[in-house]
């Protein structure tokens, strides 16, 4: 400890960086203290005028007078305390990494998964054409059929007549069958497409499901940011699990729809079975035309369901390929989105390094440095007698005290007016008395 006193008459503008100062009267005392650990520095600056200065008084008390158990135990707690801070600190900085590099990854996913989307929204739009004019010909081949059979009681007086109708109606059916074959392999494909997007997908939340168990472990953090991020992650994580349950539902659609598609080609093949029965039919209708309006009745009916269910079939792509589209739309955003999110995670991430290793690996340095000097150890092998306390052998707070000089103004000498002793009267000499 260094202690001085600055007269305030003398001294002004005082500058002491790192001491304590109290004024009394016309007086500034200011104390430095020093600890030993780290190194010490004092400073005091002022300005001042015909200067005089009491003397510097500097005491020093040895470490080795040791520090009281309990300080000494709570001083390893706290030391146990902050490395279990600095580990922690550790993993958190792992862990925000991770978590970046994890959003990453799914921003790559989305924006795969969004692709593949507007992928399967194209076929399906495809299908959903194709389908249309499929349609459109079978509405306009059942009218035909329709004036057919209005008109097959007639067929004994138009044979000729009905027979280049059987013709044209041949050729309408191969077209139809080409374009149900063409629905039928476009179907395939687009159910194969949408196999492989959902097997994508799965990956996906199965990637995204490592995730979520780091952000489980997260959830539970103190930091509120760290505790709605991961927030942010497990929500994130439900979504991708419920749109691959989409997904899979709707490859599920996609084959069903394709084995109804098998079973229209079914029934038209069945269809064109009656078609050629017909044929054969206009063949024997001299002999047999009492039968040929029951044929041509059964062959309406069939077609007339075979386009009923065609018509829903279209009504299903549409609505298929809308909600394919609204899922392309719904996701398309979700990539910039994804962005903000890591953003924010790596902003996080930089304060938790900051943290890391400006705060808490900073405070275990100097923890160490404060548990592992001298002055919380004990060696009474060096421990000194104080001169102040040698009657009873012990060691006393103060172990050694310097003192620098005081600094004075010599003053002039002063002139003797004073008459010599014999020249004095009696009244002088009595109030010489008083002077002294």
Not at 204 to 232: R, T
Not at 262 to 269: A, D
Not at 425 to 430: A, E, N
Request: glycine residues 10%; proline residues 2%; contains cysteine.
């Amino acid at each position: 400890q260094i202690q001085l006193s600055l007269d305030l008459d003398k001294f002004s503008d005082i500058n002491a960086k790192n001491a304590t100062s109290a004024i009394v009267g016309k007086k500034m005392n200011i104390n430095f203290i020093y600890l030993p650990f780290g190194d010490g520095d004092f400073t005091l600056e002022a300005k001042g005028k015909n200067i005089e200065l009491d003397p510097i008084v500097i005491s020093i008390v040895s470490s080795s007078n040791g520090i009281p158990e309990e300080i000494k135990k709570k001083g390893n707690e706290f030391s146990s305390g902050i490395n279990k801070m600095s580990d922690a600190g550790d993993k958190l900085e792992g862990g925000s990494k991770d978590i970046v590099d994890g959003t990453v990854k799914l921003k790559g996913g989305l924006s795969g998964l969004n692709s593949g989307l507007y992928k399967v929204y194209e076929g399906s739009n495809e299908v959903t054409l194709n389908s249309k004019k499929i349609y459109g010909g079978f509405s306009q081949f059942d009218s035909g059929l329709l004036d057919f059979k209005n008109k097959s009681s007639e067929l004994s007086d138009g044979v000729k007549n009905i027979d280049e109708g059987l013709n044209s109606l041949s050729k309408e059916s191969s077209s139809i069958k080409e374009g149900l074959y063409g629905l039928n392999e476009g179907t395939s494909k687009l159910n194969a497409g949408l196999g492989n997007v959902s097997a994508g997908m799965s990956e996906l939340n199965k990637g995204h499901e490592d995730l979520c168990k780091l952000a489980k472990l997260l959830s539970n953090s103190s930091d509120p940011q760290v505790k709605m991020l991961a927030q942010g992650v497990l929500e994130e994580g439900k979504a991708i699990k419920s749109l691959d349950g989409a997904l899979k539902e709707s490859s599920k659609a996609t084959e069903t729809i394709s084995q109804n598609i098998n079973n229209v080609y079914s029934g038209y093949e069945k269809y064109n079975e009656g078609l050629k029965s017909t044929t054969l039919g206009m063949n024997k209708l001299n002999t047999e035309m009492s039968i040929l309006p029951e044929k041509i009745n059964e062959m309406y009916s069939g077609h007339t369901k075979l386009t009923y269910g065609l018509k829903n079939m279209t009504s299903g792509y549409e609505s298929m390929k809308d909600a394919y589209y609204k899922a392309y739309e719904g996701t398309k955003g979700i990539p910039s989105e994804v962005d903000k999110l890591i953003n924010g995670e790596k902003q996080l991430q930089s304060g938790i390094n900051s943290l890391n290793n400006e705060g808490i690996k900073k405070l275990k340095a100097s923890a160490d440095q404060i548990l592992n000097t001298d002055f919380l150890k004990v060696n009474n092998a060096r421990a000194y007698t104080s001169f102040a306390d040698e009657e009873r052998n012990k060691n006393s707070t103060c172990q050694f005290v310097m003192k620098t000089p005081s600094i004075k103004i010599k003053e002039e000498p002063k002139a003797n007016n004073t008459a010599p002793e014999e020249n004095k009267g009696f009244f002088q000499k009595l109030i010489d008395l008083f002077k002294k």
